[in-house]
T-cell receptor, first 114, second 115 residues
Framework: KAGVTQTPRYLIKTRGQQVTLSCSPI?????VSWYQQTPGQGLQFLFE???????NKGNFPGRFSGRQFSNSRSEMNVSTLELGDSALYLC?????????????FGPGTRLTVT | QKEVEQNSGPLSVPEGAIASLNCTYS??????FFWYRQYSGKSPELIMS????GDKEDGRFTAQLNKASQYVSLLIRDSQPSDSATYLC???????????????FGKGTLLTVNP
């Protein structure tokens, strides 16, 4: 079974631009969560989507948004990029969103904002 | 804010030794606990999940959970240089006021296994 895939793997953008990242979950998985990872803050939860609906959201500004499609693929968008948005963006999928669910991560998208 | 705490390390052990990684969490209602391994430059990989008090063994890995003490640990027996990585503890934390659970991560412990 194929794992979680993310595209693109690397991205360089300038301040003020916007970016869209894509995530395809493991086949059959319906929940997709997004995380930001930086050396200083560690792994921080952005949001979770299940059945095309945002079910939970972390403490990030409204510049960070996402969506999920009917095939469970998900995208996240960051508008008006800031230098501090440079990070590894990870998506993780799980079969369900029961409280015991195990999440499996994709390889991540490394975003650099200059 | 509900938190997950880990010693940042680095933790250094000789090859063949037992590595012990510890994690505490603040939400007494948490029910699901996970250990992820992250090699430098890679994404986290799920290596253990545990839901009940006690020990759970998988090969060289043993996860231990004590809900009363709000403590979860990971033991790695016969440590190998290939085990050198950052180990992340993750806890499913209940968001009050709704039915939402959020996977909350500690900042990780860097383990180095010396040949």
């Amino acid at each position: 079974k194929a794992g979680v895939t993310q595209t693109p793997r690397y991205l360089i953008k300038t301040r003020g631009q916007q970016v869209t990242l894509s995530c395809s979950p493991i086949s059959g998985h319906r929940s997709v969560s997004w995380y930001q990872q930086t050396p200083g803050q560690g792994l921080q939860f952005l949001f979770e989507y299940f059945s095309e609906t945002q079910r939970n959201k972390g403490n990030f500004p409204g510049r960070f948004s996402g969506r999920q499609f009917s095939n469970s693929r998900s995208e996240m968008n960051v508008s008006t990029l800031e230098l501090g948005d440079s990070a590894l963006y990870l998506c993780a999928s799980s079969w369900n969103r029961d409280r015991g669910y195990e999440q499996y991560f994709g390889p991540g998208t490394r975003l650099t904002v200059t | 804010q509900k938190e997950v705490e880990q010693n940042s390390g680095p933790l250094s052990v000789p090859e063949g030794a037992i590595a012990s990684l510890n994690c505490t969490y603040s939400d007494r209602g948490s029910q699901s606990f996970f250990w992820y391994r992250q090699y430098s430059g890679k994404s986290p990989e799920l290596i253990m999940s545990i839901y009940s008090n006690g020990d759970k063994e998988d090969g060289r890995f043993t996860a231990q959970l004590n809900k009363a003490s709000q403590y979860v640990s990971l033991l790695i027996r016969d440590s190998q240089p290939s085990d050198s990585a950052t180990y992340l503890c993750a806890v499913n934390i209940y968001e009050s006021g709704g039915s939402n659970y959020k996977l909350t991560f500690g900042k990780g412990t860097l383990l180095t296994v010396n040949p």
